[in-house]
């Protein structure tokens, strides 16, 4: 099934130019198969995929023709034909099989039944279907979420990325809680959408349970949010939404799925891939929310937790410095004890202050207006990246100039290693 020719591109059919000449092969897919890929982990080793014949899509983005895309670092995807199609993979992918098990035509399924209650939604004028996807670690529910968001993005529909996954941060940095409304299937390269209308909320942790009163505050924040978008525009009242959550499923992350649940008033809950937590979901949801069980997919990649915290490294740094080839310069100054106030969520003022004041690490800052989660999003983020004590002033590093916009600064848990 695979055509197998490797050869110096150039030679064949490579892009040539300034790089350096590099293997090529041409993989051939029949109907209904997929090309898994994973990059490999060096900066620098890239992986370049063209569609060379018939059509394309990864996770819901069609693939143009005879486009060059070219994945980051440890990007793993898989490139899924309906009708065939020939794919060349330049470069040397650390994996790279196709597969003919997939579950695509359950999760198509599952985005047209989710688009036949948008239709009925719009015509009595309600607010269109708000969808769920939980599963423990590493089932794919980020990518069953850019799944339906691209295909329903190709609809002309608006729905919107709801991320209360605060470990990842498909959006802004980790620790953060989004509300992005979708207007193109997800980019390729990046995985992303784009990022312009979005809300970003500051939690400042990786797990819900570092606070979860702040948590579940933050998330009935942004279903109010959301509702009031919903007024506002049209389109995103009529497109739903579908929320993404965190792999933690058990005791309180099982709470906080419960509750993320009850604030978006969701209809559909997708559970990948455990049946237990459907079951569960069964009992504790009202019985007007529909909780659908659907089969993870066999190309999912487990990743180890030192696989996530680089990536959550990676996260913030680009954050500040942007993503190759758009660098960018943040700027760094200093300001006075005197000049603001740092408050710390959930946290006793006297053992915050000393602990602060003795950090050697960097710790990071989101600015806001006041001590709620619902007060304190929007703000920008910054990292101070230096204390000092004697002159009582903080260097810090912001993505704005000098002046900061606020005086209040919020300070997070979560920490980064400025090595740039
Ligand atoms: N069919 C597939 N083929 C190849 N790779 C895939 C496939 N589906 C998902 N992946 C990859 O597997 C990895 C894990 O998937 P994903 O992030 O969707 O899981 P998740 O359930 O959201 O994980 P988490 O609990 O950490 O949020 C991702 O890097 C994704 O790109
Ligand atoms: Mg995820």
């Known amino acids: 099934m695979t055509t197998l020719s490797y050869q110096v591109a150039g030679a064949g059919g490579g892009d040539g130019g300034e790089r350096p000449p590099r293997k090529w092969k041409d993989w051939a897919l029949e109907r209904e198969t997929e090309l898994r890929l994973e990059a490999p982990d060096q900066e620098g080793s890239l992986i370049d995929i063209k569609l060379v014949r018939g059509t394309a899509e990864v996770f819901g983005t069609e693939v143009a023709r005879n486009q060059s895309y070219s994945l980051c670092p440890r990007m793993k995807l898989a490139i899924f034909t309906w009708h065939g199609c020939t794919v060349r993979v330049e470069g040397e992918p650390q994996v790279a099989y196709i597969s003919e098990e997939t579950p695509m035509i359950m999760y198509l399924n599952t985005h047209i039944a989710v688009d036949q209650l948008r239709h009925r939604r719009e015509k009595e004028g309600q607010i269109g279907p708000r969808v769920m996807l939980a599963g423990a670690t590493d089932v794919g529910k980020s990518t069953l979420c850019r799944l339906l968001l691209s295909y329903a993005a190709r609809l002309g529909r608006q729905p ?12 802004s940095i980790p620790g953060s809680l989004c509300v992005l409304s979708v207007e193109r ?8 959408f784009n990022k312009q209308a979005s809300l970003v909320y500051s939690y400042g942790a990786t797990t819900p349970s570092d606070n979860f009163k ?11 949010m959301f509702r009031e978008r919903c007024t506002a525009r049209p389109a995103t009242k009529s497109g739903g939404c579908v929320i993404n959550t965190c792999g933690w499923v058990e005791g ?3 709470n906080a799925l419960v509750h993320v649940a009850e604030a978006f008033e969701v209809d559909v809950v997708l559970v990948l891939d455990h049946e237990r937590l459907t079951l569960d979901l069964q009992r504790d949801l009202p019985k007007t929310t529909e909780i659908v069980p659907l089969p993870k997919s066999g190309g999912v990649v487990a990743r180890t937790r030192e696989f996530r915290r680089r990536n959550r490294e990676d996260a913030v740094r680009e954050y500040f410095y942007g993503k190759r080839p758009h660098l960018l ?3 760094s100054f200093e300001v006075a004890f005197s000049d603001i106030q740092i408050c710390k969520i959930g ?3 006297a053992a915050f202050f ?3 004041s003795s950090c050697s690490s960097p710790v990071s800052l989101a600015s806001g207006d006041g001590e709620s989660g619902r007060q304190c ?4 983020r910054g990292a101070h990246t230096d204390v000092d004590m004697e002159a009582k002033t903080l260097t810090v590093l912001s993505p704005a100039p000098h002046p900061l916009p606020r005086k209040i600064l919020i300070r997070t848990n979560l920490q980064f290693m400025d090595f740039q």
């Open 160 to 171: 919107c990325l709801v991320d209360c996954d605060v470990g990842q941060g498909s959006v």
């Open 214 to 224: 702040l948590y579940t505050t933050v998330v009935t924040s942004m279903a109010a």
């Open 329 to 331: 310069s943040p700027f």
């Open 252 to 254: 309180q992350g099982y």
């Open 354 to 356: 000393v602990h602060f």
């Open 377 to 380: 999003p929007p703000g920008p």
């Open 185 to 192: 299937p997800a980019d390729i390269e990046t995985g992303e």
């Open 347 to 349: 946290a006793q003022a």
